[in-house]
């Protein structure tokens, strides 16, 4: 009943910039929080960035100072600009929420995936 529509993603070279949005429709009460996730090639899915109800954000390691993530409650959308892409950020993010579906109960949603590609 509650569905993840990502879109952004495409072909860019390093140093460039990308923004990721995903918009979360259906029976939607609150959100309690959204975030990014990617895999690349070889290796596990990790978390990119989350944004928690109540403002709160958290960042890998890898990407500190180079992506934002932000949330735009009245359209239930996350979004997360990317910028100084590096060639190591190549990977299929999917967006990920926590939704407040009912006054007690709480759905997480996963995203289809989106394609990011960096160039050297």
Avoid at 14 to 39: E, P, T
Avoid at 85 to 109: Q, R
Wanted: glycine fraction near 12%; hydrophobic fraction near 35%.
């Amino acid at each position: 009943q509650v569905q993840l529509v990502e879109s952004g993603g495409g072909l860019v070279q390093a140093g460039g910039s990308l923004s990721l949005s995903c918009a979360a429709s259906g029976s939607i009460v609150g959100i309690n929080q959204m975030g990014w996730y990617r895999q690349a090639p070889g290796k596990l899915r990790e978390l990119v960035a989350v944004s928690m109800r109540g403002g709160l954000t958290n960042y890998a390691d890898s990407v500190k100072g180079r992506f934002t993530i932000s949330i735009d409650n009245t359209k239930n959308t996350v979004y997360l600009q990317m910028n100084s892409l590096k060639v190591e950020d190549t990977a299929v993010y999917y967006c990920h929420a926590n939704i407040l579906t009912s006054w007690v109960s709480t759905n997480d949603v996963w995203g289809q995936g989106t394609q990011v590609t960096v160039s050297s």
